[in-house]
């Protein structure tokens, strides 16, 4: 049954229920993708003691440093966490939690959460600090550790477009974490740049099906920065 009742008017409508110590997901990848209303919203809730995953930690004034900036966030687990200062600053002083995991270790443990596999064997980290404290086998002469699956309560992404059900599509270099971090939350968050009716995306080009969201808005005055701006080598 279609049903339309997801739709919010802002960010601020659609993230009510966060509350203090919660477990929160973002897609995004570097300040690509990044669900930037919702950031800006929960930084306006004060919600804070957050733990929050995410491929990359923002810069200072931009994405997820907007909320280590008010020091809302507890604790990061993040692949990159870039050249944020602040994130080094409050981490160096022990202020901040910070778990770091390998690139591709980071998406399949957002995958399983989202496919319901509690945990899974990768090489990735064997032999170093990664593996520390977690089972060790031996398959076909290579060893592996065991990975546990990442959920969040909250899970939030940032997609091209969206209709009143949920269904999305990620545009280009967005459809990076944003896909897997969709299928993991609880409660998960779409903002969209267009929002439209049902029916009026092609099946074939939708990259998260709507029953993953739970909720979902236009968003509005993005930004789209780049990083590290490159224009002659």
Aim: hydrophobic share 40%; net charge neutral; aromatic share 10%.
């Amino acid at each position: 049954m279609r049903r339309t009742d997801k739709v919010y008017a802002n960010a601020e409508e659609a993230i009510h229920g966060v509350k203090d110590g919660m477990f929160f997901l973002f897609g995004g990848f570097g300040l690509c993708g990044i669900p930037e209303n919702c950031i800006l919203a929960l930084r306006n809730s004060g919600v804070k003691n957050l733990t929050c995953v995410s491929n990359n930690a923002g810069v200072d004034d931009f994405g997820l440093g907007l909320l280590l900036k008010t020091r809302q966030i507890k604790k990061m687990i993040s692949s990159y966490v870039g050249e944020n200062e602040m994130f080094e600053r409050q981490f160096l002083n022990q202020e901040l939690e910070v778990e770091l995991i390998p690139q591709g270790t980071l998406a399949e443990r957002l995958r399983s959460g989202g496919a319901g596999i509690p945990a899974f064997y990768t090489p990735a980290g064997v032999g170093t600090l990664v593996a520390t404290g977690k089972e060790e086998r031996e398959f076909e002469g290579r060893r592996y550790i065991l990975e546990k699956w990442i959920r969040g309560d909250f899970a939030f992404v940032k997609a091209w477009k969206g209709d009143k059900f949920g269904n999305l599509i990620f545009r280009k270099t967005a459809r990076n974490f944003n896909p897997m971090v969709a299928t993991a939350g609880k409660i998960t968050i779409a903002e969209v740049e267009e929002l439209v009716e049902i029916g009026s995306l092609d099946p074939d080009n939708i990259h998260t099906p709507g029953v993953y969201v739970q909720r979902i808005f236009q968003g509005t005055n993005y930004q789209k920065r780049i990083e590290n701006l490159t224009v002659r080598n």
